[in-house]
């Protein structure tokens, strides 16, 4: 029963991913925390969900990949991983509520960085090896590096397309080690969540497509409101429960 609301979480952040544009990871760590996973199987089978989504997308729009900014974004993704990961296993200790709680924070940095970025563009145009640093250890903590990465982004003169691309561009470089590190810390409990993830991205990839869909027929600024409003209540809640 597990594996199916497993695939039900999958398949609705996958699609909400779509029609508003946040990462999957954002909407799905809690759901499967509440399903049993611990956090770093949570990582684990989000990063081979997400290998898949962003070779997908590399491939599409490699034309547009600004490559030499990818290759100087992963060197200081590289050295923030270990980090994330130390912050990760760290969390395994913990009481499930205060896990919750740190991926609540993390969600309401993530909705900010995507709603409010534009805001800290200025101070943080110049601050891009920190801000990779950081999104390589987000990446490894809690399985997305992107609110970190986004406050840079929006300080650029992309177009949504080129803002997209490097992001699949940086993913296909760094979340293959990221995995590779957790098969060695975790062994084959890694293998074994990996493989699940790669079964269900299928319905991952479809989901998608067509929450990109969705979102253009019905509007996709009120869709965006109303999903930023669910998650930072949902996020609020975790924090305020262990307070």
Known sequence: MTLFWTAVCLAFTSLLRGVVGFATATVAVPILLDLGYSLAE???????????????????????????????????????????????????????????????????????????????????????????????????????????????????????????????????FAVPLSLGMLVAAMGQDAIAIIGQGLFYSPVVLVCSWYGVKLGDRFGRDSLNSLAVGILSLGAAASILKIL
């Open 42 to 172: 949570c990582v684990a089978l989000l990063l081979s969900l997400s290998l898949v989504q962003s070779l997908a997308g590399a491939y599409q729009l490699r034309a547009q990949i600004p490559w030499k900014r990818v290759r100087q974004a992963t060197v200081w993704r590289f050295l923030g991983l270990p980090f994330g990961f130390l912050l990760l296993f760290s969390l395994q200790d913990f009481d499930p509520d205060v896990v919750k709680a740190w991926v609540g924070g993390f969600i309401l940095l993530a909705v900010g960085a995507q709603r409010y970025g534009k805001f800290l563009a200025r101070p943080l145009a110049g601050c891009f090896a920190q801000v990779s640093f950081l999104s390589g250890a987000f990446l490894s903590a809690f399985g997305s590096g992107g609110p970190p990465i986004v406050l840079w982004t929006v300080s650029q003169s992309w177009d949504p397309k080129q803002s997209r691309a490097f992001y699949f561009g940086l993913s296909i």
